[in-house]
């Protein structure tokens, strides 16, 4: 079955950097994007950007422009999210989520999701 | 960006209940709405994809209507384990973009 599978909790110092991995499995990696969202606490659900697993590119949110970037390794079909300049406000579980339906169809959705990484930021 | 409005933002019900969740668009964007169901400590899950698809898996007492720049999720017999936050989210462009969420209460 589909699977995204995430790396683990973080605890990282304002300023820093965080990266966290997404490995997938159970279908074709270069026929789907992959989506990273997150959720700070008390908050709801945020989308931050978005890869093209075939070629690695990717669309951004505006407000994170400049500090994340996402890349793709297709050998192990892995998706990574890098975020820098870390500040308190980034403190959040962070989720990536497979579009449900094949690059290029309509009405599309996240799903599935993974089981998403807590990150803290914390001086 | 596409402002997503949901109402309420909190509802108390009983089992057996039927409740309705609005969702309203700061433009218009055809069919391209998904509602999630997100329980603490776990994943978000999509319960209903372009308005009024229901996912497989996903109970018959949840459906979705609308277009344009308003949308509806109803649960029609409310069971206990439909006690949790709900969010409608547009796919029309990016930034994609959510509702605030629906925490649903027992009441």
């Known amino acids: 079955q589909v699977q995204l599978v995430q790396s683990g909790t973080e605890v990282k110092k304002p300023g820093a950097s965080v990266k966290v991995s997404c490995k997938t499995s159970?279908?074709?990696?270069?026929?789907?994007?992959i989506n990273w969202l997150r959720q700070a606490p008390g908050q709801g659900l945020e989308w931050m950007g978005m890869?093209?697993?075939?070629?690695?590119?990717?669309t951004y949110a505006q407000k994170f422009q400049g500090r994340v970037t996402m890349t793709r390794d297709t050998s192990t079909s892995t998706v990574y999210m890098e975020l820098s300049s870390l500040r308190s406000e980034d403190t959040a579980v962070y989720y990536c989520?497979?579009?449900?339906?094949?690059?290029?169809?309509?009405?599309?959705?996240?799903?599935?999701w993974g089981q998403g990484t807590l990150v803290t930021v914390s001086s | 960006d596409i402002q997503m409005t949901q109402s309420p933002s909190s509802l108390s019900a009983s089992v057996g209940d039927r409740v309705t969740i609005t969702c309203r668009a700061s433009?218009?964007?055809?069919?391209?709405l998904n509602w999630y169901q997100h329980k603490p400590g776990k994943a978000p899950k999509l319960l209903i994809h372009?308005?009024?698809n229901l996912q497989s898996g996903v109970p018959s007492r949840f459906s979705g209507s609308g277009s344009g720049t308003d949308s509806t999720l109803t649960i029609s017999s409310l069971q206990p384990e439909d006690f949790a936050t709900y969010y409608c989210?547009?796919?029309?462009?990016?930034?994609?973009?959510f509702g605030q969420g629906t925490k649903l209460e027992i009441q």
């Open positions: 989520a497979r579009d449900y339906l094949i690059i290029g169809a309509a009405y599309n959705g996240f799903d599935p």
């Open positions: 159970g279908y074709t990696f270069s026929n789907y994007y």
């Open positions: 890869i093209d697993p075939t070629g690695g590119s990717t």
């Open positions: 433009q218009t964007i055809s069919k391209y």
């Open positions: 372009a308005a009024s």
């Open positions: 989210q547009q796919s029309y462009n990016t930034p994609y973009t």
